[in-house]
């Protein structure tokens, strides 16, 4: 009797534990195998990327192998790269990437609202397919669509007479609406899941304190918004920042960018032997790029607080 009642309490016990949530104790995965389903990934981006960085940074920092005395250590090159046209270059390319950033930024949120809070469910999926694709259209095909309709012999150009009014497609303004076509479509991707994050009780709250819309906006959304506002400029910025074949073909050096620095150095168009010079470019625009991700991460981090 007292075995079928301690079998009893037994299967009780059990019973009670299984449905509060005190099984058997799991077994936790050692730290070493979590590490060893990461070793691939890691091995590949210290291959590609440590290798490649590695060597750019040894470039930039010592003479070519044809220079008088061989190769060695120098800090010529990165003087080099922060002077003259080079600085320029570096300072046109922040300056465009900063001021298409902001603008894709500006017109991608209220696009990315009417997305999200829209009732037909084909316009959302329509305009997010359209986005997808529009923000990895670039390079070469972009440049000519937009020679072929705004250039000097454009369609839109020789109808609207826009040559008479000022307009120039090749200018520092005229990149910069070239590289609004895919800016604006990668922000509407990129704030949409933050607008989503959003709570309805939040407006709702906000309505019941007499609230209207500009106000619920101005000390509520937006506030919550912005790490998410921030992330996605930074975003843009670096993608604007390192666009090269689009400012390529369409404006070639008339607009000073780094990356066309960068090309005519490793080419010789300008001077033979700057190799090592355009290899400091990029350590500049790693730098760059570093600092661009050390402001992301931790917005990002803010943001998932709330719209998590």
Do not use: C
């Amino acid at each position: 009797m007292s075995a079928i009642q301690t079998a009893g309490g037994d299967s009780r016990t059990r019973s009670y534990s299984s449905k509060a949530g005190l099984g058997p104790p799991r077994r936790r995965v050692p730290r070493v195998a979590g590490w060893l389903g990461a070793a691939p990934l890691l091995v590949f981006a210290a291959v590609v990327f440590g290798l490649v960085l590695g060597t750019m940074v040894v470039g930039a920092f010592t003479t070519p192998e044809s220079a008088p005395g061989g190769a060695r250590l120098t800090g010529a090159n990165m003087s080099a790269s922060l002077h003259g046209a080079y600085l320029t270059a570096l300072i046109g390319s922040v300056k465009l990437s900063a001021v298409s950033a902001l603008i894709a930024t500006v017109v991608g949120l209220p696009i990315a609202h009417v997305v999200v809070t829209s009732r037909f469910r084909a316009l959302r999926e329509a305009v997010l397919a359209a986005s997808g694709v529009l923000a990895n259209f670039g390079g070469v095909p972009l440049a000519f669509a937009f020679v072929a309709t705004l250039g000097n012999a454009g369609v839109l150009t020789s109808r609207f007479h826009l040559l008479s009014h000022g307009w120039n497609l090749y200018s520092f303004w005229g990149l910069t609406l070239v590289y609004l076509y895919f800016l604006i479509p990668l922000m509407v991707l990129t704030l949409t899941p933050a607008l989503e994050g959003l709570r309805r009780q939040w407006r709702e709250a906000a309505r019941n304190n007499g609230a209207n819309a500009v106000r619920y906006w101005t000390h509520v959304a937006l506030p919550i918004l912005m790490p998410s506002l921030l992330g996605g400029y930074v975003l843009l910025f670096g993608t604007a920042f390192s666009a090269y074949a689009t400012a390529a073909a369409m404006v070639g050096s008339s607009v000073p960018l780094v990356t066309m620095q960068i090309a005519d150095a490793l080419s010789g168009n300008v001077l033979v032997g700057q190799g090592n010079v355009a290899l400091a470019l990029g350590v500049d625009m790693v730098l760059v790029a570093g600092l661009i991700v050390a402001i992301q991460l931790p917005l990002q981090r803010r943001s998932a607080r709330w719209l998590a």
